[in-house]
């Protein structure tokens, strides 16, 4: 059973930095694709950001390109956000995600099988 266990979340203010960690069991993940949704309150659930094991590319929703960074240690099965110049607009639950699938856009919600249970961000302006 693969689980996945976000934290990191918490209240900041426009401008600040906040690294949010996915502790990842249940499975070995240099060989799973990660990554990030959100959901915002009211809104739809949606993609943030993804990573193939390989490593050969790496994705972004546009309104995160530049200012948000995916990373992973796979010795201590853990995935990272990096989120900088935070907005307000990014005040959502932030879920991980972990898939076996590697190829593809890796922006569907339904290419992830396994889901943490969310942290949430809060920004302040």
């Known amino acids: 059973q693969v689980h996945l266990v976000e934290s990191g979340g918490g209240s900041v203010q426009a401008g600040d930095s906040v690294t949010l960690s996915c502790e990842i069991s249940g499975a070995t993940l240099s060989r799973f694709t990660l990554g990030w949704f959100r959901q915002a309150p009211g809104k739809e659930r949606e993609f943030v950001t993804a990573?193939?094991?390989?490593?050969?590319?790496?994705e972004y929703a546009a309104s995160v390109q530049g200012r948000f960074t995916i990373s992973r240690d796979n010795a201590k099965n853990t995935a990272y956000l990096q989120m900088n110049s935070l907005k307000p607009e990014d005040t959502a639950v932030y879920y991980c995600?972990?898939?076996?699938?590697?190829?593809?856009?890796?922006?569907?919600?339904?290419?992830?099988?396994?889901w943490g249970r969310g942290t949430r961000i809060t920004v302040s302006s």
């Open positions: 990573a193939p094991w390989h490593g050969e590319r790496t």
């Open positions: 995600v972990a898939s076996r699938q590697t190829t593809g856009p890796l922006r569907a919600k339904s290419d992830y099988p396994y």
